[in-house]
């Protein structure tokens, strides 16, 4: 029956083609509008981590003191301070816990090969590579006692190992970064990363770096961060020394919290470093605060995706609601002219049910067509986007969700639409156009 | 001869039609209005006056990997040198850029920290005596630095700065009374009086809550991370950029020259999220628009195929074509009006929300005013070529029997 | 009153050239009841038109109360077939939207008449038919006779000096088609020229004059009728 339908739409769309084409047309303009915006915000708010996203978690304590604020919606600064990260890294719980912070070397090797360029670094912990699920092709982490001792160690992104060693397996080989040379321990795999979630601090939408070593070297090598400081009270901070004291945030922490005990744990202790801190004059609150958020919560708090692109979203679908208002009016045109056909097909015997049904095969299959070339136009659309916008080249694509979801979105706009042309048309008095012809 | 009455009777004895096109109006006021006033917003955001000769200006970074050389003193060998190349207006090394999304701000305050005081929050730039000139932009009052007013160092304990040129903006908004020239204010506890005015230019952040507060301090700080700014003869900025790695490695070779970029094109990074939303918004309206006149193209050529006959029975009771092509655009023209009365107000009520969950103002009623009379103008237009059709209905249709 | 003089008319079609009519002449004096008979396909349509304006003739010459059609243009034709002509059509043609009052409303509302002079008219009209109490129903709540007994009521409320009848009671019963035949002869005896296009040859023989279509060409009426008193001795 429903090849019956398909085939006899078929026909009826071969029978008016220019109406027929004028919706699908109404129907991809729409599709494709919405597409193109949609696509964008499914890839800003996606997941970047769904295996674990509920387990790693953002940590920010409140330093300042009381009647201070930041421009968090609750207060709250986005980093920490240098001595908490460190407090924080070495205390007893979590297992896994990373502190971190971005930076930039010069990069250079032994020889007159490479001329020296700059790159983008990240100071962390180990447990980095772990936690937000870094794959390895050559070598892998250093050690914690590497970690400890400030070790000259680094590894390094596949981009980068393909342009100094060309691909090769590198490990044990030297390069030079401002003037020191460090061990490659690690060569990490194609890291496909649309979100930079776990440091949201200068755009979402940049690529991961490309070296990273250890986070003690921060402290050794005096390093600065080419992120955010953001300080709240005068300091006089005239050493690398006063720095490292001072309150001044400007490092990311992250802890993995398997379970709701080891966040209850963690909680606690939290709670209780707070209050310790306090005796020595810092966290000058009444009561103690601190916030925990797992990567979707974080991507929320940080506006990942941006208020434009939400005002885009919400036009998009009223733009739909405009071709669907559109594809109603040239449905209702398309099936009321061919009442007098219904007529002959009731008076033959077909069931209300049956008309019903194959204006809704017919609408099924025009709204089938429309996001087909709906989708031909949103890849237009985000082609357009990424032209105009690099920085969103790796978000302003459509994954399998979002290219499967444009025709399914069209059918149901389309049967939406061809709902009450369907039953106007199946409510035809088979009487009425047999007397007069 | 308006028939108003019976085509609103008639209007109401078919609905659906009308209803549709009245909805697809409403929608596309409500959208083209609010949408109208953003596009309007981020076009005045995008084609501020910044202040600087954009085309003339370019900035580069050094990272100085080398550590055998007196950082400062090489930046100031540097400086020499760019002055005297061939092109160059000016140039000097500038601890922020301008523009460019990426720099350093402070509060600004009467008295000395940790003291409280009045405090306005400012962009600095760490800069020379040569600055103003490199960015182009005019003293309006008082006097530039001295040469023995900059501070040259490598260390980062030396405070022996004391005085700073502002923006009017700055200086308005600290000293309101308009006798802000020659007072001292605090930079944390370090005390600087204003020694000159500078014109109108703008933060590094355009979007900054204080955008053009800007004050030139003149301290120069030997870091391994530099960035420098040169000021080129018109038109020829694209070939002293071509020149200036090679010309920097000459003069010290252990370091990295890179982000070469026209200011120009560091505003155009910085803007470029708003640009998009401009160009993905009037993308849409235009679209929007079309659809709409489409949908009520289309909509009036099936009404005048359903009531083809009826034309050519008024035509044979003596309708003039004229008369024909009223009706339409009277029907349209009605059905226009409550889609438009509708629009208004689904117009206000989505600024509204846009107010309360966005950063964006309240939408001026001359948005919602303009987008009416453009699309009640569109409608008109969208009908006048299928009445035109319709009124060349032959009269004889009416004796048809079919 | 209403002269057509060798009147020809000719469709063109890309293959192939059909006279609809050829050289037709026909006089038609005031106050004359004249019924038009023919075959299907014989041009009587094709005559109603012309002679109501509603189509363009390739030559000859057409005078309607003094006025040569031919030289009119567009809005004269319309001004005049709003003025001089009432139309009566085999499908009533009433305008579906519009309620019995606004229908024979149309034509007054062309031609720029007062609201108050319009509605003493109309509900005269709508008196003289017999449909005063129907004004605010819409054409689908009345029978086909009622509908055309408001057809008539929007010719006659122009007042016209001809009605131009196609076929007005083929879509109706015998006794709804009686109903109107009277109508007409009444309205014929209150001073109306009245042409009628029939194909019934029982409603052609009650009116006054009839002249026969065939091939496009006016045959010749007076042999016809004489055939038909003729037949009616035989018969009697």
Redesign the interface.
Known sequence: MLLHYLDLSWRSFKRTPLVSMLMVLAIAIGIGVTMTSLSVYHMMSADPIPEKSSQLYAVQLQTMDEGHTWWTEDNLPMQLTYQDAVNLQNAPVPEKKVAMMRTGFSVYLDSDKVKPFTSNARMTTPNFFNMFNVSFIYGGEWSEQQEQSAAPVVVISKELNDKLFAGNNSIGQLIYLDDYSYEVVGVIADWSLNLKYYDLNNGAFNEPEELFLPFSLVKTKELTSWGNSNGWKHENINSYADRMQSEIVWIQFWAQLDNAEQKANYENYLNSYIQEQKKRGRFAREKPEYKLRDVNQWMQYNNVVSEDNKILVGLSFMFLAVCLANILGLLLAKFLRRAPEVGVRRALGASKRQVFLQHLVEVAMLGCFGGLVGIVLAQLGLWAVRQSYDYYSSIATMDITMLLSAPVIAITTCIVAGLYPAWLVCRTNPAIYLKSQ | ?L?IK?IF???C??K??AI??L??IA??T??VS??AF?IQDRVAFLNQETGYPEQDLFMF?V?????DIDLSQQFELDEAMLRALPGVVNAAQSSSIPLSGSGSASSFNLKP??QESKSIRSSYIFIDEHGLDTYGVKLIAGRNFTEDEVTITNS??ERTTNVTVVTQALLDELFPEGDGLGKTIYF??LPLTIIGVADHMKSPWLKDSHPNNVALIPYIQGK??AQFAVRTKHGQRAAVMKQIETAMLNNYN???I?NINGLDQLKD?YV??????M???I??IT??VL??A??IF??TL?NISKRT??I????????????IINYFLVENAMICCVGLLLGIIAALLLGQL?MQ????AALPPSYIAGTAIMVFVMSLLAVFGPAKRAANI???I??R?I | MLKMNNISKLYQTEMVQTHALRDFNLHVDEGEFIAVTGPSGSGKTTFLNIAGMLEPFSSGEYLLDGIDVGKLNDNQRADCRNQKIGFIFQGFNLIPDLNLYENIEVPLRYRGIKASERKRRIEQCLEQVGLASRAKHLPQQLSGGQQQRVAIARALAGEPRFLLADEPTGNLDSLMARQVMELLEQINRDGATIIMVTHDPELARRAPRNIQVVDGQLADFTLYQGAQNLKNVAGA
């Open positions: 001869m028939e019976p009777h008639a209007l004895r078919s659906v039609g549709l096109l909805i697809q929608i596309t409500a959208i609010n949408a953003i970074n990272m100085t990997f080398g550590k920290a940790p980062p304990t944390g506890d391994t991370y252990k370091r990295v890179n990074e470029a999220a708003d640009k998009l939303m160009r993905m918004l993308v849409l679209i929007l659809v709409t489409l949908g289309g909509l099936f006959k009826q050519g029975t008024r035509r044979a009771l003596g309708a003039r074509k004229s008369a846009l969950h966005f950063s964006i032959s009269p004889s009416a004796t029997t």
